[in-house]
C-alpha cells in the first residue's frame, strides 16, 4: 500500500475529512489521538503487511508521516 492509500485509512480511522490529513502533521494537533487509535493503527500495519506492532512502538512517533514509516516499516 503506498503513502496515499495509508493517509487515507489513517483518516478514516481518524474520522477525518478525506484529504485533510497530512504528512507533517503533529499527532498531538488532532482530537482523536488516544490509545484506542493506536490500536487502529496495530491493526492497520497487520492488515497492510502482517506486521506485528506493539504499543511501545509509537514511543517516538509524533507525526502522521512517523505513522507511514512505521507501518511500512521504515
Known sequence: MDRKQIVKELEELLELPVN???????????MAWDSVTVLGVISLA?????????????????????????IQGI
Open 20 to 30: 485533510s490529513l497530512k504528512e507533517e502533521q503533529q499527532l498531538k494537533e488532532l
Open 46 to 70: 497487520d492488515e497492510i503487511n502482517g506486521q506485528d506492532l506493539s504499543p511501545s512502538d509509537f514511543q517516538h512517533v509524533s507525526t502522521v508521516r512517523d505513522i507511514i514509516n512505521l
